[in-house]
Protein backbone atom coordinates (compact mmCIF):
# COMPACT_ATOMS: atom_id res chain seq x y z
CA UNK A 1 0.00 0.00 0.00
CA UNK A 2 1.14 3.57 -1.16
CA UNK A 3 0.67 6.14 1.70
CA UNK A 4 -0.55 9.35 0.53
CA UNK A 5 1.57 12.40 0.32
CA UNK A 6 1.62 15.33 2.80
CA UNK A 7 1.40 18.49 1.31
CA UNK A 8 3.33 20.67 2.93
CA UNK A 9 2.03 24.00 1.04
CA UNK A 10 -0.78 24.59 -1.56
CA UNK A 11 -0.47 27.37 -3.74
CA UNK A 12 -3.74 28.74 -5.45
CA UNK A 13 -2.77 29.97 -8.31
CA UNK A 14 -6.52 29.78 -10.50
CA UNK A 15 -6.71 32.79 -12.52
CA UNK A 16 -3.33 33.31 -12.73
CA UNK A 17 -1.95 33.08 -16.46
CA UNK A 18 1.10 31.43 -17.62
CA UNK A 19 3.85 32.05 -16.44
CA UNK A 20 2.43 33.10 -13.18
CA UNK A 21 1.67 29.65 -11.66
CA UNK A 22 5.28 28.92 -12.49
CA UNK A 23 6.58 31.80 -11.01
CA UNK A 24 4.71 31.32 -7.94
CA UNK A 25 6.08 27.77 -7.30
CA UNK A 26 9.56 28.70 -7.92
CA UNK A 27 9.28 31.75 -5.27
CA UNK A 28 7.93 29.37 -2.72
CA UNK A 29 10.55 26.23 -3.51
CA UNK A 30 12.91 28.93 -3.01
CA UNK A 31 11.52 29.23 0.78
CA UNK A 32 11.29 25.77 1.36
CA UNK A 33 12.76 23.04 2.89
CA UNK A 34 14.10 20.44 1.91
CA UNK A 35 11.80 17.00 1.09
CA UNK A 36 8.60 19.87 1.85
CA UNK A 37 6.01 18.92 -1.02
CA UNK A 38 3.94 21.70 -2.41
CA UNK A 39 0.98 21.82 -4.40
CA UNK A 40 0.14 23.97 -7.17
CA UNK A 41 -3.91 25.14 -7.98
CA UNK A 42 -3.60 26.07 -12.34
CA UNK A 43 -6.43 26.43 -14.91
CA UNK A 44 -4.06 27.56 -17.02
CA UNK A 45 -3.36 24.89 -20.10
CA UNK A 46 0.08 26.24 -20.61
CA UNK A 47 1.16 25.07 -16.65
CA UNK A 48 0.78 21.14 -18.10
CA UNK A 49 4.01 21.37 -20.02
CA UNK A 50 5.78 24.28 -18.45
CA UNK A 51 5.93 23.18 -14.55
CA UNK A 52 6.73 19.81 -15.68
CA UNK A 53 9.15 20.86 -17.56
CA UNK A 54 10.81 23.41 -15.23
CA UNK A 55 10.78 20.54 -11.80
CA UNK A 56 12.74 18.05 -13.97
CA UNK A 57 15.46 21.05 -15.38
CA UNK A 58 15.82 22.34 -11.40
CA UNK A 59 16.40 18.78 -10.49
CA UNK A 60 13.51 18.56 -7.76
CA UNK A 61 10.77 15.40 -7.85
CA UNK A 62 7.55 15.88 -9.93
CA UNK A 63 5.06 13.86 -8.06
CA UNK A 64 2.01 14.14 -10.31
CA UNK A 65 -0.77 16.23 -11.55
CA UNK A 66 -4.78 15.80 -9.85
CA UNK A 67 -7.80 17.39 -11.71
CA UNK A 68 -9.38 19.15 -9.53
CA UNK A 69 -12.43 21.06 -11.21
CA UNK A 70 -12.85 22.19 -14.44
CA UNK A 71 -9.85 23.45 -16.21
CA UNK A 72 -8.08 23.66 -12.77
CA UNK A 73 -5.37 20.86 -12.05
CA UNK A 74 -3.16 20.46 -9.06
CA UNK A 75 0.74 19.84 -9.80
CA UNK A 76 2.49 18.10 -6.79
CA UNK A 77 6.25 18.87 -6.81
CA UNK A 78 8.84 17.90 -3.31
CA UNK A 79 11.83 19.78 -3.00
CA UNK A 80 14.39 17.91 -3.89
CA UNK A 81 17.94 19.89 -2.87
Do not use: Y
Amino acid sequence: MVSPVQITKEIDARGSFCPGPLMELIRNIKTAQVGDVIAVLSGDPGSVKDIPAWVEKAKHEFLGIEDVEGEVKRFIVRKAH
